[in-house]
């Protein structure tokens, strides 16, 4: 059965990216280029980001230029991109372009995973939309150690206690790793 898994890394202050967008503070610490395996999607998830991941990603990667990149970070992993903007595809990237609300396109997204994991790793607000919707199971930190001022919140909803049930708490390298199961409604 498809799980959709909100997988993100963030500042102890509670920002996914800084006020310029940037994901470069989480790849300063030590570890943040090698993540530990264990906390890579599996490759036949399914992965879902927001526009903002996506262009950093091609920026700060060059991906266009060179698509190899590509193939290492992602592999063959399906990608579902909210955007309203055309943008540019890593030649023999899998990207499929979507826009509107997540509930719009969650039968598209669900029927494309088919029986894989969902994986959303970039955007809070993006990923509070999967919430919204009432189809994000679970949600999993990697809290660095670093405090940004603003930016991108991690998840700009607000969920009581009673939603979320921690379910792993440890340390991988400089990273707090939380992970909690979200409880329907």
Do not use: C
């Amino acid at each position: 059965m498809t799980r959709f898994i909100y997988d993100t890394a963030t500042s102890f202050t509670g920002f996914i990216a800084d006020s310029d967008h940037s994901l470069q503070w989480l790849f300063d610490v030590p570890g943040g280029t090698e993540p530990d395996p264990e906390l890579l999607p599996p490759t036949d998830a399914l992965i879902v980001e927001g526009s903002s991941t996506y262009e950093w990603l091609l920026r700060e990667s060059d991906l266009v230029d060179h698509p190899e990149k590509w193939q290492e970070l992602f592999g063959a992993r399906r990608t579902f991109v909210f955007t309203t903007r055309n943008l540019p595809v890593p030649q023999g990237a899998d990207v499929t372009f979507v826009s509107g609300p997540v509930s719009a396109v969650l039968s598209e997204i669900r029927e494309a995973a088919e029986e894989s994991d969902v994986w959303i790793v970039g955007g809070g607000d993006l990923a509070a939309q999967f919430y919204d919707a009432g189809a994000l199971d679970e949600i999993a930190i990697s809290i660095a150690p670093v405090a940004l001022t603003s930016g991108a919140p991690l998840f700009p909803r607000r969920v009581e206690s009673d939603r979320l049930r921690l379910v792993e708490a440890r340390q991988v390298g400089q990273f707090a790793r939380l992970r909690f199961l979200v409880t329907p409604s």
